[in-house]
Each structure stands twice: as C-alpha cells, then as structure tokens.
C-alpha cells in the first residue's frame, strides 16, 4: 500500500511514519498544509526551508498547500486528489486523543476514496514515549504555551528530563493540547542528521517559539 503522512515535522507524525513502514506501507510522499503566504505551517509553524531540510533528510518528496483555517479541509482534499493520482491509497495520521479530529480525518479521507491509517490512535502514553527514544529518535522543543511551560525549554532536547517536568506541572505528556510542539532532527528513518546553526526566541500570542533560521544536515 502507498501512502503519504501528514507531515508536522514534530514527534507523532514522525513516529506514526515508522511504525507504518515497519508494517510494510511505502510512504511516497509527506504533506504539509502551509499558511496563505506559503511560508510557515499551519501547524507547527515551521519555515517552509526546514520541512524542506527534514524531507531531504529522510529522502522523501514532500508536497504542500497553502491554506487558511477557513478553507482547510477543501484545500486538504485538493491535496490528496493530487497525491491520488501518483496510486497513492491511504493517509498516515498522528493522532493521539483527539477524538473530533480522528473524525474529521476519517470523513475526509473517505471522501475522497482513501484510507485513515492511525498507528497511534489510544496507544498507552509511556508506550508511544517508551517507543520513540527507544527506536533512536531525536527531537527538540520549538514552541511552548507561555502560561504553562518554560520558556527555556525552548531549543532544549524532547526526552525523559522534559517529560519528568511535564509530569510535575500537570500538564500533558505528549501536548495534544497544543500545549508545546517539537521537530525532529533523527531518528530511524532519517538518512542524515539536522543541525540547527541559527535559531531565535520570539512570543507569539500566548506561544513562546523557537524561530529556526538555518539548519545543516550531518
């Protein structure tokens, strides 16, 4: 079966891509819904030349959109009619808790004839965290809500110090809230390794963000 993942840059797409691929899907492509302009993701908010620096990392062609909020979903489908057209058959998906968006997903995937894979739908937190640092993935923290987390979280590595932390302010573990987001820099399926060389902190609303300026790739 070929498919294509929905493409975040952070922990769960990328571990929802591995574990698909170690049950034999060929991944042939990574989405990335971008905002109006075509510069930053619509959700993690990362520039369009990191997505491009991770996908040259993990060899693999990524397609993208630009959106807004109020257009998504049929922007979303405009995608994959695209993507259809190359025999792919499904969508990977990372999500975690969120029931009315595992809906969503699943109703626009059925309606445009394609299968909603969700390898890590309801999985057990500290399996999926357990799982992650255990196949060798690497990732840092590159946004946090500024009323819950540190801001010097911010460029600092996603391990288990972090998820200690997380676990005594009471917030949640893998953030499927929105509560912080990461990008992954290796791991399993990355061919090379991203180095962040220029990197600045700045406030967006209530997220405090680690803005990516230049990366290299080791």
Known sequence: MKAFVSWSGGKDSCLACYKVLKNGVEISF???????????????????????????????????????????????????????????????????RLLEHKKWVENVCNEVGIKALEPLWNEDYKKIIDEFFSYGFEAIIISVKSNLISEEWLGQSFNEKFIDYLKSINVDLLGENGEYHTLVTYGPIFKKRIKIIKSKKSQINNYNILNIIEVNLK
């Open 30 to 96: 990574l989405l990335t819904m971008l905002d109006e302009k075509g510069l930053r993701s619509k959700s993690h908010g990362l520039k369009k030349k990191i997505l491009e620096a991770q996908a040259k990392a993990v060899e693999k062609p990524i397609i993208y959109k630009e959106t807004s909020w109020e257009n998504y979903e049929e922007k979303f489908k405009e995608a994959i009619k695209q993507l259809k057209k190359f025999d792919v058959e499904a969508g990977v998906f990372g999500d975690l």
